[in-house]
Nanobody
Framework: VQLVESGGGLVQAGGSLRLSCVAS????????MGWYRQAPGKQRDLVAV???????NYADSVKGRFTISRENDKNTVYLQMNSLKPEDTAVYYC???????????????WGQGTQVTVSS
């Protein structure tokens, strides 16, 4: 299973970015998909997660500014980030909880990360 993120970059405070993540490979089913971020010297934290039914949860720090969505038929998850702040600067990682073809248990898979930098 491979997860490929795109859409990161440099933006001024108050601006917007949209991240995308496509999962591919021997995928039978995907349950939750989510975004995490890791700033330098800090742990990786959950930003937002969405299940296959469309129910989403957000970190308090991004509620009202970020929106997670997904297209199940494309194995794709998005993160729309508005009103960005310098403290949102981090490497953003995509995560998917996947049942592979022929597998008997679910497993977590990660993308390589995409850098988001918000200048003040």
């Amino acid at each position: 299973v491979q997860l490929v993120e795109s859409g990161g970059g440099l933006v001024q405070a108050g601006g917007s970015l949209r991240l995308s993540c496509v999962a591919s490979g021997s995928i039978f089913s995907i349950n939750a998909m989510g975004w995490y971020r890791q700033a330098p010297g800090k742990q990786r934290d959950l930003v937002a997660v969405i299940n296959s039914g469309g129910d989403a949860n957000y970190a308090d720090s991004v509620k009202g500014r970020f929106t997670i969505s997904r297209e199940n038929d494309k194995n794709t998850v998005y993160l729309q980030m508005n009103s960005l702040k310098p403290e949102d600067t981090a490497v953003y990682y995509c995560n998917a909880h996947v049942l592979i073809v022929g597998g008997d248990r679910w497993g977590d898979h990660w993308g390589q990360g995409t850098q988001v930098t918000v200048s003040s």
